[in-house]
């Protein structure tokens, strides 16, 4: 077990940039989810995977927001046109499977700045 | 829909005093509840879980939750502090066809010496 990995750990951006995150989760975990932490709140739910398939978008995830899950492996999620909004520590989490009661094994996060 | 309320956004103990974070959750129906732990630098670890029997969960490090309907809550305990328990903590839901967990907005535990 080598936890789940996020890359990168920081990143700072211009307002209207691109950017991609990638998340590498437990690699027998079929389940991996994506949350955005903010200053003083808990984790926000954003989308999750079922293997490849995205099987539920939060309505925060805006037009601007795309994750990709190929081959039920590792994920990535794009920021298309960032906003100062973004900014925002942005989670990793898979599970194995099974009731949605089960654990989740959290990355450490990618934390982006919007200039 | 399913919420938790988390009571007191800091809370400060002395080293080798009790331990009280307090969660209280909104769920139509019966709920699993979660205690997560962020320490500086690190991804949330859970704690401990209640998904149904016992109301009273032992986790790690010596933390432990009780369950209660009546009052739909599920405030985390520790008997003595100890200063490697300041961290972050967040209480979560999960209940009905959700299939993602709902987290409170966290209590920032700090230990003094």
């Known amino acids: 077990d080598t936890g789940v990995s996020q890359d990168p750990r920081h990143k700072i951006t211009k307002r209207g940039q691109n950017v991609t995150f990638r998340c590498d989760p437990i690699?027998?975990?079929?389940?991996l989810y994506w949350y955005r932490q903010t200053l003083g709140q808990g984790p926000e739910f954003l989308t999750y995977?079922?293997?490849?398939?995205?099987?539920?978008k939060s309505r925060l995830l805006s037009d601007r927001f795309s994750a990709e899950r190929p081959k039920g492996s590792f994920s990535t999620l794009e920021i298309q046109r960032t906003e100062q909004g973004d900014s925002a520590m942005y989670l990793c989490?898979?599970?194995?499977?099974?009731?949605?009661?089960?654990?989740?094994?959290f990355g450490s996060g990618t934390q982006l700045s919007v200039l | 829909a399913q919420s938790v309320t988390q009571l007191g956004s800091h809370v400060s103990v002395s080293e080798g005093a009790l331990v009280l974070l307090r969660c209280n959750y909104s769920s139509s129906v019966p709920p699993y509840l979660f205690w997560y732990v962020q320490y500086p630098n690190q991804g949330l670890q859970l704690l401990l879980k209640y998904t149904t029997g016992a109301t009273l969960v032992k986790g790690i490090n010596g933390f432990e939750a009780e369950f209660k309907k009546s009052e739909t809550s599920f405030h985390l305990t520790k008997p003595s502090a100890h200063m490697s328990d300041a961290a972050e903590y967040f209480c979560?839901?999960?209940?009905?066809?959700?299939?993602?967990?709902?987290f409170g907005s966290g209590t920032q535990l700090t230990v003094l010496p």
């Open positions: 979560a839901v999960i209940s009905g066809s959700a299939r993602q967990l709902t």
């Open positions: 989490a898979s599970s194995l499977g099974g009731q949605f009661n089960e654990k989740l094994f």
């Open positions: 690699s027998e975990h079929n389940r």
């Open positions: 995977f079922q293997n490849e398939a995205q099987l539920e």
